[in-house]
């Protein structure tokens, strides 16, 4: 989801001297541009990867696979073979080589140039919940499944060269959501049971530290601003706290500003081109668009209204076109009023949001 790392480190120097003019607030709001419904069966789906260079977008839509997606043209071009109950994915592209997460604990390993798949192999975990590629340490890293007895979660690291697994990191949370790099070989992690953001030192597989969140309760997604070091974590919040978008220093935790958002944020993206965050509020059917007025100072700019459930997404930041997916689903409640959701076969759709 984040194979632009590279792009925007190199670009950190002529970020920092764009003027905040160019916020979201001056640019004109999101419109729905396009939407192509994919043949489907009931399943869900999880998180997307975008390979820019290419206009390819991965879809890990779970028990039909791992689908490539034409972002350019678009339209479907494949699924993947052997790609079934797929969660999460993601790209080394200077190694050619992707990797892919299932719900039972299998590893996929594909290359992104021709989109054949390499091989798919048992990994020592028994499913995979968010993945990605820290191109500091040359390694993937894939949250694994949750030991709710012992109250902790692993994270898996793989070689973006071999794709062999090299070692695990053990968090204290039950409930990890998707990873992000810095840049500088630091992997962060939302702890949404907790409401902290673990840190892990990619290169020495260790955890290096927590970030505490406040009352930014249940953080279920984030990403980072690179050039200026600021992280942006999403939170579902809790009970009378509501859904909030917390902005953190990178380095050392500190607090820096706190913003409203939609319910049921499960991504958050960053557009260094426009200096603007975006959060995917599956639950509320909202897009938030905050304004980056400079590293300290931040504002509500927009809301835009999306389709439910559309929750997980890529934005690309050469163009800034947002990627979101969904699908028509019915909720029912047993005698307990506890909901229970069906997706319906043949509407999962690629959603283009642009400007």
């Given at each position: 989801?984040?194979q632009a790392i590279h792009h925007r480190l190199a670009?950190?120097?002529?970020?920092?001297?764009?003027?905040?003019?160019?916020?979201?607030?001056?640019?004109?709001?999101?419109?729905?541009?396009?939407?192509?419904?994919?043949?489907?069966?009931?399943?869900?789906?999880?998180?997307?990867?975008?390979?820019?260079?290419?206009?390819?977008?991965?879809?890990?839509?779970?028990?039909?696979?791992?689908?490539?997606?034409?972002?350019?043209?678009?339209?479907?071009?494949?699924?993947?073979?052997?790609?079934?109950?797929?969660?999460?994915?993601?790209?080394?592209?200077?190694?050619?080589?992707?990797?892919?997460?299932?719900?039972?604990?299998?590893?996929?390993?594909?290359?992104?140039?021709?989109?054949?798949?390499?091989?798919?192999?048992?990994?020592?975990?028994?499913?995979?919940?968010?993945?990605?590629?820290?191109?500091?340490?040359?390694?993937?890293?894939?949250?694994?499944?949750?030991?709710t007895d012992k109250g902790t979660t692993p994270v898996?690291?793989?070689?973006?060269?071999?794709?062999?697994?090299?070692?695990?990191?053990?968090?204290?949370?039950?409930?990890?959501?998707?990873?992000?790099?810095?840049?500088?070989?630091?992997?962060?992690?939302?702890?949404?049971?907790?409401?902290?953001?673990?840190?892990?030192?990619?290169?020495?597989?260790?955890?290096?530290?927590?970030?505490?969140?406040?009352?930014?309760?249940?953080?279920?997604?984030?990403?980072?601003?690179?050039?200026?070091?600021?992280?942006?974590?999403?939170?579902?919040?809790?009970?009378?706290?509501?859904?909030?978008?917390?902005?953190?220093?990178?380095?050392?935790?500190?607090a820096i500003a706190s913003l409203p958002i939609g319910?049921?944020?499960?991504?958050?993206?960053?557009?260094?081109?426009?200096?603007?965050?975006?959060?995917?509020?599956?639950?509320?059917?909202?897009?938030?668009?905050?304004?980056?007025?400079?590293?300290?100072?931040?504002?509500?700019?927009?809301?835009?209204?999306?389709?439910?459930?559309?929750?997980?997404?890529?934005?690309?930041?050469?163009?800034?076109?947002?990627?979101?997916?969904?699908?028509?689903?019915?909720?029912?409640?047993?005698?307990?009023?506890?909901?229970?959701?069906?997706?319906?076969?043949?509407?999962?759709?690629?959603?283009?949001?642009?400007?």
């Amino acid at each position: 989801m984040h194979q632009a790392i590279h792009h925007r480190l190199a670009g950190a120097a002529l970020i920092l001297c764009t003027s905040a003019s160019a916020s979201a607030a001056d640019a004109p709001g999101y419109h729905l541009e396009k939407v192509v419904t994919i043949k489907s069966s009931d399943t869900g789906w999880d998180y997307n990867a975008l390979d820019a260079q290419r206009g390819h977008l991965f879809i890990a839509h779970r028990a039909d696979g791992l689908h490539v997606y034409d972002t350019r043209a678009g339209k479907m071009i494949k699924t993947l073979k052997h790609s079934e109950d797929t969660n999460t994915a993601a790209l080394a592209l200077e190694f050619d080589l992707g990797i892919a997460g299932t719900t039972e604990g299998d590893v996929i390993l594909f290359r992104p140039s021709s989109l054949k798949t390499i091989k798919r192999f048992k990994s020592s975990t028994g499913g995979f919940d968010g993945a990605t590629y820290d191109p500091a340490s040359r390694r993937f890293a894939m949250v694994g499944e949750a030991d709710t007895d012992k109250g902790t979660t692993p994270v898996l690291f793989f070689d973006a060269r071999t794709g062999q697994q090299v070692g695990e990191v053990v968090l204290h949370s039950i409930k990890v959501d998707a990873p992000r790099p810095d840049g500088q070989g630091n992997i962060y992690l939302p702890l949404r049971d907790r409401a902290l953001v673990a840190r892990i030192d990619a290169r020495a597989l260790k955890e290096a530290g927590e970030l505490k969140l406040g009352t930014c309760l249940q953080p279920s997604s984030l990403d980072l601003d690179l050039a200026n070091q600021r992280l942006f974590v999403g939170c579902r919040g809790k009970d009378k706290v509501a859904p909030q978008l917390a902005v953190l220093d990178a380095r050392d935790g500190r607090a820096i500003a706190s913003l409203p958002i939609g319910r049921g944020v499960d991504e958050v993206m960053y557009d260094a081109k426009s200096a603007t965050i975006l959060t995917a509020n599956g639950q509320e059917a909202t897009m938030s668009v905050i304004a980056q007025d400079s590293p300290e100072k931040y504002r509500l700019a927009q809301t835009i209204g999306t389709r439910p459930m559309a929750r997980t997404g890529v934005l690309d930041e050469a163009t800034g076109k947002v990627f979101l997916v969904n699908a028509q689903y019915v909720e029912s409640y047993n005698d307990a009023g506890e909901a229970s959701t069906r997706f319906l076969p043949n509407t999962f759709s690629v959603l283009t949001y642009a400007r």
